[in-house]
């Protein structure tokens, strides 16, 4: 058997690196594939936190007999207990919500990220950067302030939607978010290699051209901006889940937006596999630094351990600009055929000019 600590520092490295896959995954197609500047990433991570706590939060309150209404935010813990003592009968009604709730997330997701499209996409470069993150700021601001979304500066509890599992609940949620994770990795190689990802490509590389052969860059941005808002609401629904409250003062520019834009320069902008390497290396490096930040801090000049993991992190980024822009993994070339396929072709070419 693992021991209890150590126990827990797997489930949260194991839980931050499928998290942040996810959530650099849906920078990476926006940035990456599209060269858009997003520098609002945590507006849709919030939207699906909101999704889970103030309107799945309360539809499940509804079926447990509870109030939704002021007493939802007032007594909230008492609400949440209900509903937690409801759900642990009803193991249907639970995976039912768990549905629901990722469902809602990615809908709402996809909604305010064309929302921020429409009207950001007419600026151009630093502009769209500063208004994209200008969104997340307003939203999470508003959130924070305004108590009967989602509880305000205290946030709200949600339900256990997998606490019918007892002992077995948070390994059940580490494993759903990694297949979470592992399938939004094959949606995001998917779009990659499809025409869609090839579009969005020669967007990146020069609107003038795509706009030559008939194409619409707006489009192509628009439709980057909802597929990674999509999913980015799918990585906040899914820490909403696991964490079970939802509040506002956690979703930081530092966590969820620098770290990924620091993954994504870290592993390869436009490479999800190197982004995904960069995930997995950095997760295992910021819970190194946490536990061992202390004895670390002794031997940097005694820096103050609570701001080390910004340092470092500060450093990486410095440093991969300087020595190594492209990351570790470089983008690959897309082939709209396999390798085996063209080689074929070749073939057969070569075959037909020979005989002719």
Known sequence: MIEGGLFYILVNVAFNIGIYLILSLSLNIE?????????????????????????IGRVAAMLAGQSTGEEFIKANAHVISEVNSYLSINPHASILLLILALVTSVLLGALIGLLTALPALRLK??????????????????????????????????????????????????????????SCFAVAERISKSPLGRVMRA??????????????????????????????ALAGALYTIFTKTSRADVFTRYSWTFLPWAYIMLGGVGNNLGVTLAVIIMSIARSMISIYKHEISGYLFNIDATWLEYILM?????????????????????????????????????GERASS
């Open 31 to 55: 940035t990456g594939f599209t060269n858009i500047p997003q520098f609002g990433r945590l507006t849709a991570a919030l939207v699906g936190s909101i999704a889970v706590g103030g309107v």
């Open 203 to 232: 967007v990146r590389d020069s609107e003038l051209a795509i706009q030559v052969y008939g194409r619409s860059s707006m489009r192509v941005k628009i439709y980057a901006i909802v597929i990674g808002s999509a999913m980015a």
């Open 314 to 350: 500060g450093l990486v980024i410095i440093l991969i600009t300087m020595f190594r822009p492209q990351g570790m993994m470089p983008e690959r070339p897309t082939f709209t055929l396999s390798r085996g396929r063209i080689e074929e072709v070749r073939k057969r070419v070569l």
């Open 125 to 182: 470069e630093a502009y769209l950067g500063i208004t994209l993150l200008s969104f997340g700021e307003i939203l999470r601001t508003f959130t924070y302030n305004y108590e009967p979304l989602i509880g305000g500066t205290l946030g709200v509890l949600t339900p256990a939607f997998l606490g019918f599992a007892t002992e077995f609940e948070t390994v059940a949620l580490l494993l759903f978010v990694i297949l979470m994770a592992v």
